[in-house]
Nanobody, 115 residues
Framework: QVQLVESGGGLVQPGGSLRLSCAASGSIFSLAAMGWYRQVPGKERELVAAISSGDSTNYANSVKGRFTISRDNAKNTVYLQMNSLKPEDTAVYYC?????????WGQGTQVNVSS
């Protein structure tokens, strides 16, 4: 069982930055593929960024060059650094962990980009 707790969301002006954190329980974190997803009302949840256990990363085209995903296995934490934020980045952001038969989600953290 993996439990995920996100933090770091909030209100930011366009062009600003936020860093989201996702703390994971359990001893298998370093083996898990981790991802950040986002969802707005009426739309499907979409992948924003992912990082493998070997630190390979991939990003949605809409965030390439602006967002950076990273992980600290010693702290069981994955981060999403979001720069040059746009109003269209407004969403609930969810952390995800995948390993073997596990597909765990956090509760989500709201990000609002507005002037």
């Amino acid at each position: 069982q993996v439990q995920l707790v996100e933090s770091g969301g909030g209100l930011v002006q366009p062009g600003g930055s936020l860093r989201l954190s996702c703390a994971a329980s359990g001893s298998i974190f370093s083996l898990a593929a981790m991802g950040w997803y986002r969802q707005v009302p009426g739309k499907e949840r979409e992948l924003v960024a992912a990082i493998s256990s070997g630190d390979s990363t991939n990003y949605a085209n809409s965030v390439k060059g602006r967002f950076t995903i990273s992980r600290d296995n010693a702290k069981n934490t994955v981060y999403l650094q979001m720069n040059s934020l746009k109003p269209e980045d407004t969403a609930v952001y969810y952390c995800n962990a995948k390993l073997w038969g596990i597909n765990a989600w956090g509760q989500g953290t709201q990000v609002n980009v507005s002037s």
